[in-house]
C-alpha cells in the first residue's frame, strides 16, 4: 500500500476540459463559503454561552468580559484553526503525492513523533512550562525527524518505500522514548497528557505570530510544488521524461510537509486524520490534479477542524472536549471506510 497506489496518475494528467474547470471554480467558491459560516460559527458558539448580541458586543468594544471571551479566546482559536487545518491539509496532500500513498498522513514521515518527543524533553530536562516554550522545541524536534528521514530514506537516492519506512521505524523509536520519560517523570506525564490530544483552547495571538511565517512559507512552497509531484505520482521514468527534478522535488516537498506539519503540531498539539481525510475526500471529486486537490484541501480541512472544535465546545458544557479527539472519533470510522472501500475496489 506504500507505493503506485495512484494507477489513475499513470498516464501524463491531461489539461481539464473547460466546463470541468469552470464546475472545479464553482466549487471552490462554496467550499470558502461554507469555510467563512463554519469560522462565524466558530466565534458566536463556545462552552459559555453568549447571544448574537453580546458576541456582536464583544467583537467591537475595546474591553470587558465579552471582549474577553469572544475577541481574546474565541477569535484566536478560530484563527489558529484556520492556519492549523490549512497546514494539515496541505501537508497531507503533499505527503500523498510523495510516498504515493493515498492513506499517507503527516505522521507517516515521524513529524508528530519529532514535535512531541521534542517537548517532553523540553519539559523534563529543560523546564519548559509555557506555550511559548513547546512552540519552539516542538518546531525543532519535527524538523530534525524531517532531516533523519531524507537521510535514512537515502537523501538524494529517496524513494516513497525508503522515506516511509524510514518514518515508520524512527516514529516507533520516538513514542517508545516518549512513553517511557512520561512513565518516569510524573510532572511531564501530567503537562504533555494535555499537549498530546491537539486543542485549539490555548490558542493566543502570540502563538499565532510565531507559527504564521512558517505557515505562509510552506503554504508557498507546497503550491509551487503542485505540478512537479503531479509528474511524481506518475512513476519516476515519466517523471524524468517530463523533465522532473526527482531529487530537489523529493526534498522541496519533505521541506514543505515539515514545516506545515513541524509550524502546525507545535501550536496546537498532534491533531489526527485531519490531513489523511481530507485530501483523500476531496481526490475523489477533483481528480488526482494537485493544483485543485492543494486549494481544496487547505480550504476543507480548516472546515473540519473548527468544525470539530465546535463539537467539542458545546457537547460537554460548560466543559469543552479537545478538538483532537473530536476528530479521532470522526476519522476512525472514516479511515475504515476508506480503507475498505479501497480493498473493494482492488478485488
Known amino acids: 500500500m506504500l507505493v503506485d497506489s495512484f494507477p489513475e496518475q499513470r ?15 464553482v466549487g471552490l467558491l462554496a467550499v470558502l463559503a461554507v469555510l467563512l459560516l463554519v469560522a462565524v460559527v466558530s466565534i458566536a458558539v463556545g462552552a459559555k454561552e453568549l447571544s448574537v448580541a453580546q458576541v456582536l458586543h464583544g467583537l467591537f468594544e475595546d474591553s470587558g468580559t465579552y471582549a474577553d471571551v469572544v475577541v481574546d479566546e474565541r477569535l484566536s482559536r478560530t484563527v489558529l484553526g484556520l492556519l492549523v487545518g490549512a497546514a494539515l491539509g496541505l501537508s497531507g496532500a503533499v505527503l500523498q503525492a510523495l510516498t504515493r500513498n493515498p492513506l499517507a498522513d503527516p505522521g507517516l514521515l515521524g513529524i508528530n513523533a519529532g514535535a512531541s518527543a521534542a517537548v517532553v524533553t523540553s519539559i523534563t530536562y529543560f523546564g519548559v512550562t509555557s506555550l ?7 518546531f525543532f524536534g519535527a524538523a530534525a525527524v524531517g532531516a533523519l528521514v531524507w537521510f535514512l530514506g ?17 516514529s516507533a523509536a520516538l513514542y517508545g522514548y516518549l512513553q517511557a520519560v512520561m512513565i518516569m517523570d510524573g510532572a511531564a506525564l501530567a503537562r504533555m497528557r494535555f499537549w498530546t490530544v ?33 509528474a511524481l505520482a506518475m512513476g519516476d521514468d515519466t517523471a524524468k521524461a517530463l523533465g522532473a527534478d526527482l531529487n530537489r522535488t523529493r526534498a522541496l516537498s519533505m521541506l514543505a510537509a515539515t514545516v506545515l506539519c513541524g ?7 498532534p491533531i489526527v486524520f485531519v490531513g489523511l481525510m481530507v485530501p483523500h475526500v476531496v481526490r475523489s471529486f477533483t481528480g488526482p490534479d494537485l493544483r485543485w486537490i492543494m486549494p481544496y484541501a487547505a480550504v476543507l480541512s480548516p472546515v473540519l477542524l473548527l468544525g470539530s472544535d465546535v463539537i467539542g465546545r458545546v457537547v460537554a458544557r460548560p466543559s469543552e472536549v479537545q478538538v483532537g479527539i473530536i476528530t479521532a472519533i470522526i476519522g476512525g470510522p ?6 475498505r472501500r479501497r480493498r473493494t475496489a482492488q478485488l
Do not use: H, M
Open 11 to 25: 498516464a501524463e494528467t491531461a489539461p481539464a476540459p473547460p466546463k470541468r474547470r469552470a464546475v472545479r471554480s
Open 132 to 138: 511559548t516554550g513547546y512552540v519552539w522545541f516542538a
Open 154 to 170: 537515502g537523501s538524494r537516492g529517496a524513494t516513497p518505500v525508503r522515506l516511509a519506512l524510514a518514518g515508520t521505524a524512527i
Open 198 to 230: 491537539g486543542s485549539l483552547s490555548t490558542a493566543t495571538d502570540e502563538t499565532i505570530r510565531q507559527v504564521l511565517p512558517f505557515l505562509v512559507v510552506g503554504t508557498l512552497l507546497a503550491f509551487v510544488l503542485a505540478r512537479p509531484l503531479n
Open 263 to 269: 509550524a502546525a503540531t507545535a501550536a496546537c498539539g
Open 334 to 339: 472514516v479511515f475504515i471506510f476508506l480503507v
